[in-house]
């Protein structure tokens, strides 16, 4: 098994589903050759909350990682996948940014360990390589892909699991003693080879980008200095072009990844799955440099898997599946009792096109931070189903919201004060407490993994 994990990248950044010009043509082989999911999510849109919510099958409100703060000694703790896949006798390897915190100790769960401290660098990193820190020269993505071709490329007696979790897409910030990032412009950095491509490339926009919000009371407000949102807040062209070559090196990263995996003719028989956290904004709404709220662009992600015997190539499951459901399916292809107290469910059923009774909803959550000052004391709870998007504010009062998906797919019409959908936000908001009870009655159950 090998999972590549790459962080902030959208769903549609890849060439497999639409974007026109850019080049990963080795993440399109994964897809070409297995299934490209076409209705994925994050439970959470933020890095700590839904890397742990991979690594557990849990919703955030479960597990504990509520943001991106300092919370290291929590990880220790977190039953994950990996630890069941241990214990059904497969080495594991985690190799990347763990970014649950800034301690990058060996975690449980793992046979073999390289992990980039806090966010980490773009160029020359620290990686703590199985409990003692080493430093390497050259670019970060390559450094990472040069550790998870040597794992790939060793003789191995057990099956193998290779969580590759690349510190790309996220941009050279500054990381405070907390775990949180520091305030002022993000600075995506490509590899110099790539930091020319795509030059003169116009860059595609949705409808709703660089457009002031209207109806979304939360995101109106006066916040200090800032400006309104809108054309001269959302994400400039070269932002977006830089985080395209930052890509490239991601997919070449790839690329050396499947071809290892075929030197060692071992590509037929390992699961390859290529995902990413969750998603970005482009000037939707105005907003920029920012995931964190429920809208498309910050839940919706890409999520790839090839494996001849169980994934028709080309195929397209429309089913929604979510990041919680990638440690269920793994502990069942590893051979291995799925928990009971999991909500996430094991996608191979839909892999296989037998999937029965599938979900028609999940619930997203974001726990307020003050991080970035656009959206502080914007904590909620969301709902979405295969029509609607409902996102109930925590800390804010008469600010919710809600979309008809079908007549409105960028989310720009809030319906939440219309008379006729009155009976709608009673509806979801039911299937919300449904949700949030399923995964309590579950906790209360609890086992490891």
């Known amino acids: 098994m090998v999972v590549i994990l790459v962080d902030d990248l959208r769903w549609d950044d890849i060439g497999c589903m639409g974007h026109p010009f850019s080049r990963t043509p080795h993440a399109d082989r994964i897809a070409r050759?297995?299934?490209?999911f076409?209705?994925?999510?994050?439970?959470?849109?933020?890095?700590?909350?839904?890397?742990?919510?991979?690594?557990?099958?849990?919703?955030?409100?479960a597990h504990g990682i509520i943001?991106?703060?300092?919370?290291?000694?929590?990880?220790?703790k977190l039953p994950t996948f990996p630890?069941?896949?241990?214990?059904?006798?497969?080495?594991?390897?985690?190799?990347?940014?763990?970014?649950?915190?800034?301690d990058h100790s060996p975690r449980p769960g793992f046979d073999y360990w390289a992990c980039l401290k806090g966010q980490g660098t773009s160029n020359d990193p620290e990686l703590n390589i199985n409990g003692k820190p080493a430093k390497f020269t050259g670019y970060t993505t390559d450094v990472l892909s040069t550790r998870a071709v040597d794992f790939l490329k060793r003789p191995h007696s057990k099956p193998f699991l290779l969580y590759l979790a690349h510190k790309a897409l996220h941009p050279e910030v500054q990381q405070l003693a907390d775990g949180s990032l520091s305030g002022g412009a993000a600075k995506f950095i490509p590899a110099a080879r790539?930091?020319?491509?795509?030059?003169?490339?116009?860059?595609?926009?949705?409808?709703?980008?660089?457009?002031?919000?209207?109806?979304?009371?939360a995101l109106q407000r006066q916040i200090g200095g800032l400006p309104p949102l809108g054309p001269a807040t959302g994400s400039p062209d070269d932002t977006i072009l830089d985080r395209l070559r930052m890509l490239a090196a991601?997919?070449?990263?790839?690329?050396?990844?499947l071809r290892a995996l075929e030197q060692t003719r071992q590509l037929d028989n390992t699961l390859v799955i290529f995902t990413s956290d969750h998603g970005y904004w482009y000037g939707e709404h105005g907003l920029s440099v920012e995931r964190r709220l429920a809208y498309e662009e910050g839940i919706r992600i890409p999520l790839l898997m090839r494996l001849p015997r169980l994934a028709k190539a080309g195929s397209t499951p429309a089913e929604m599946s979510l990041s919680i459901d990638l440690a269920p399916t793994l502990v069942e292809l590893a051979g291995a009792p799925v928990p009971a107290?999991?909500?996430?469910?094991?996608?191979?059923?839909?892999?296989?096109?037998?999937?029965?009774?599938?979900?028609?909803?999940?619930?997203?959550?974001?726990?307020?931070?003050?991080?970035?000052?656009?959206?502080?004391?914007?904590g909620y709870k969301a709902i979405r189903t295969d029509r609607y998007l409902?996102?109930?504010?925590?800390?804010?009062?008469?600010?919710?919201?809600?979309?008809?998906?079908?007549?409105?797919?960028?989310?720009?019409?809030?319906?939440?004060?219309?008379?006729?959908?009155?009976?709608?936000?009673?509806?979801?908001?039911?299937?919300?407490?449904?949700l949030l009870d399923d995964s309590a009655q579950r906790q209360a159950t609890r086992s490891k993994p």
């Open 194 to 217: 790539h930091k020319n491509l795509y030059t003169g490339a116009t860059v595609p926009r949705r409808p709703n980008a660089l457009k002031p919000p209207e109806n979304k009371p």
């Open 33 to 36: 050759e297995g299934a490209r």
């Open 390 to 434: 409902y996102i109930g504010y925590t800390e804010l009062e008469d600010m919710d919201e809600l979309y008809d998906l079908q007549s409105d797919p960028y989310e720009m019409k809030n319906l939440i004060d219309d008379e006729a959908t009155e009976k709608t936000v009673i509806d979801l908001k039911a299937q919300m407490a449904a």
């Open 83 to 102: 630890q069941a896949l241990q214990r059904a006798g497969y080495e594991t390897a985690f190799i990347g940014k763990w970014h649950m915190g800034n």
């Open 38 to 61: 076409l209705n994925a999510f994050a439970v959470t849109p933020l890095c700590s909350p839904s890397r742990a919510s991979f690594l557990t099958g849990l919703y955030t409100h």
């Open 67 to 76: 943001d991106n703060t300092e919370r290291g000694p929590q990880t220790h």
């Open 341 to 378: 107290n999991l909500p996430g469910r094991s996608l191979v059923p839909v892999l296989k096109g037998q999937a029965k009774n599938w979900r028609k909803s999940f619930l997203i959550e974001y726990y307020s931070d003050i991080v970035f000052p656009r959206i502080p004391h914007m």
């Open 250 to 257: 991601v997919d070449d990263s790839t690329g050396d990844i």
